[in-house]
T-cell receptor
Framework: TQLLEQSPQFLSIQEGENLTVYCNSS?????LQWYRQEPGEGPVLLVTVVTGGEVKKLKRLTFQFGDARKDSSLHITAAQPGDTGLYLC????????FGTGTRLKVLA | DTGVSQNPRHKITKRGQNVTFRCDPI?????LYWYRQTLGQGPEFLTY????????KSRLLSDRFSAERPKGSFSTLEIQRTEQGDSAMYLC????????????FGSGTQLSVL
C-alpha cells in the first residue's frame, strides 16, 4: 500500500517567516502534486512535479521532487496570512493517493 | 467550464439510515473520483471511474458503500445503514483521464451521522 506522510502536521508562524513542508514515502511515484485546501472547499492544485530532482517555483512557493521520486518538499518564502490553509501532497499517475496533510496558519 | 458540482452540500442523518450523494463532473471529463476526508486529514481514496466503468474500489470501503456512474456522466455514492464513523466530507473530483493530470474537485458533501 502506498502511503504519503507529511510533516509537520501543524504549523503556526508569523507573517514574513519562511517554512518548509515535507512529503515522504517508501514508494516511488511517477509524479507528485501539491494542493491547497480552504475550509469547506475542495483542494486546488498548486503544482505537479514529474521528473526526479525537478524544482518548480510559483511566486513565493518552491516545490522540489526528490531524485528517487519518493519525496517532495514545499518551501514558502516570506509567508503571508493568505497562505493559511491545508497543504496536501498527492502521488500517482491516474489514481492519486493523498498525504496526511499540513495545516498552516500564518499570523499577521 | 462550470466546475464539479456536488449535492447536497450538507446531509444530517440518523444512524442506520441510507444516504445518497450526487456528483456532476466537468462535462468532457472521463475520469471521476470519490474521496472521503475527515477534519484536518488528507482525502482518503474510495473509488474511481473511467466513463461508466468502475476501475478500482478501496479495500477500506465496506460493502455498505456503493458507487455508480451509469451513463458515464454524473455519479452517485450510496452509503447504506450509516454509522457514526461515516461522518466526514465526501469529495468528488474529475479529470480528462490523461497522465499526471490535475484533479478538479467539487466543494464536497458534509455528512453528519447522529
Amino acid at each position: 500500500t502506498q502511503l504519503l506522510e507529511q510533516s509537520p502536521q501543524f504549523l503556526s508562524i508569523q507573517e514574513g517567516e519562511n517554512l518548509t513542508v515535507y512529503c515522504n514515502s517508501s514508494s516511488v511515484f511517477s509524479s507528485l502534486q501539491w494542493y491547497r485546501q480552504e475550509p469547506g472547499e475542495g483542494p486546488v492544485l498548486l503544482v505537479t512535479v514529474v521528473t526526479g530532482g525537478e524544482v518548480k517555483k510559483l511566486k513565493r512557493l518552491t516545490f522540489q521532487f526528490g531524485d528517487a521520486r519518493k519525496d517532495s518538499s514545499l518551501h514558502i518564502t516570506a509567508a503571508q496570512p493568505g497562505d493559511t490553509g491545508l497543504y496536501l501532497c498527492a502521488g500517482g499517475t491516474y489514481k492519486y493517493i493523498f498525504g496526511t496533510g499540513t495545516r498552516l496558519k500564518v499570523l499577521a | 467550464d462550470t466546475g464539479v458540482s456536488q449535492n447536497p452540500r450538507h446531509k444530517i442523518t440518523k444512524r442506520g439510515q441510507n444516504v445518497t450523494f450526487r456528483c456532476d463532473p466537468i462535462s468532457e471529463h472521463n475520469r471521476l473520483y470519490w474521496y472521503r476526508q475527515t477534519l484536518g486529514q488528507g482525502p482518503e481514496f474510495l473509488t474511481y471511474f473511467q466513463n461508466e466503468a468502475q476501475l478500482e474500489k478501496s479495500r477500506l470501503l465496506s460493502d455498505r458503500f456503493s458507487a455508480e456512474r451509469p451513463k458515464g456522466s454524473f455519479s452517485t455514492l450510496e452509503i447504506q445503514r450509516t454509522e457514526q464513523g461515516d461522518s466526514a466530507m465526501y469529495l468528488c473530483a474529475s479529470t480528462r483521464g490523461q497522465e499526471h493530470e490535475k484533479l478538479f474537485f467539487g466543494s464536497g458533501t458534509q455528512l453528519s451521522v447522529l
